[in-house]
C-alpha cells in the first residue's frame, strides 16, 4: 500500500523560511515523479510544484517561483519542500502527491498524503 | 498560469447524471490529453478519478467518465449515489511545463 506522509507545517511568521519534508513508502520511490500541491483553508487545490523520478527536473507555480525550492532524497524516500520569503497567502495545507510516471507533466496525481498545515501569520 | 475554469456548483438527484464542464485554453486543456479529475470529501485529501482524459484507476466506478472537446474537459457522474457528494478538480498540464488547477465544483447530492 502507497503511504505518503507529510510533516514540518507549523505557524510561522512572514518573512520567515520552513521546510516540510514527505516521506514515501509501499513503493519505489525513485521511479516516480513527484509533486506539492497546496489548498488554503476552505479553498481549491493549486499546484505548488513538481520534481522528475532523478530530482534532475523541476518546475514551480508562478505564485511561489523565486521563494519555494523543491527537491528528493531517493536513498531517503524522501520530497522536501523549503519554502522561503514565506506571506500571509502561503497559509494553506501543503500536500505531497505521487505522478504516475517518471516525468511530473503527465498531471496524474495518483497517490496523495493526508497533508500538512501552515500557517503564515505575525 | 491562470486556474482551469470550473463551476462552482451543481447539483442532482440520486439515480440521475451530472456533468462538470473545465474550461481551459488552447496553451493547456486543448493542446494536451493530459487532464485529470480529482474527488474530495470534506477534510480529506483529494482522490484520482480519471487521468489521461478518459482513464479510470483500477477501483473507481465506471460511473465516472470524461471527455474533452477543443479547450472543454467535462466530468460525467451517471446513477448519482449520496457518496458521489463533494468537491470535483480538474487538472491539465499546460504548455508552461506547470500543471494547471480548476477553482472546484461542489457536487450536491439532493
Known amino acids: 500500500e502507497v503511504q505518503l506522509v507529510e510533516s514540518g507545517g507549523v505557524l510561522v511568521q512572514p518573512g520567515r523560511s520552513l521546510r516540510l519534508s514527505c516521506v514515501g513508502s509501499g513503493f519505489n520511490f525513485d521511479d516516480y515523479a513527484m509533486h506539492w500541491v497546496r489548498q488554503a483553508p476552505g479553498k481549491g487545490l493549486e499546484w505548488v510544484s513538481g520534481?522528475?523520478?532523478?530530482?534532475?527536473?523541476?518546475d514551480y507555480a508562478d505564485s511561489v517561483k523565486g521563494r519555494f525550492t523543491i527537491s528528493r532524497d531517493n536513498a531517503k524516500n524522501s520530497l522536501y519542500l523549503q519554502m522561503n520569503s514565506l506571506r500571509d497567502e502561503d497559509t494553506a495545507s501543503y500536500f505531497c502527491a505521487k505522478d504516475n510516471g517518471y516525468y511530473y507533466g503527465s498531471g496524474t496525481l495518483e497517490d496523495w498524503g493526508q497533508g500538512t498545515l501552515v500557517t503564515v501569520s505575525s | 498560469q491562470s486556474a482551469l475554469t470550473q463551476p462552482a456548483s451543481v447539483s442532482g438527484s440520486p439515480g440521475q447524471s451530472i456533468t462538470i464542464s473545465c474550461t481551459g485554453t488552447?496553451?493547456?486543456?486543448?493542446?494536451?490529453?493530459?487532464v485529470s479529475w480529482y474527488q474530495q470529501h470534506p477534510g480529506k485529501a483529494p482522490k484520482l478519478i480519471i487521468f489521461?482524459?478518459?482513464k479510470r484507476p483500477s477501483g473507481v466506478s465506471n460511473r465516472f467518465s470524461a471527455s474533452k472537446s477543443g479547450n472543454t474537459a467535462s466530468l460525467t457522474i451517471s446513477g448519482l449515489q449520496a457518496e458521489d457528494e463533494g468537491d470535483y478538480y480538474c487538472c491539465s498540464y499546460a504548455s508552461s511545463g506547470t500543471l494547471l488547477f480548476g477553482g472546484g465544483t461542489k457536487l450536491t447530492v439532493l
Open positions: 488552447s496553451s493547456d486543456i486543448g493542446s494536451f490529453n493530459l
Open positions: 520534481i522528475t523520478w532523478n530530482g534532475l527536473t523541476v
Open positions: 489521461e482524459g478518459n
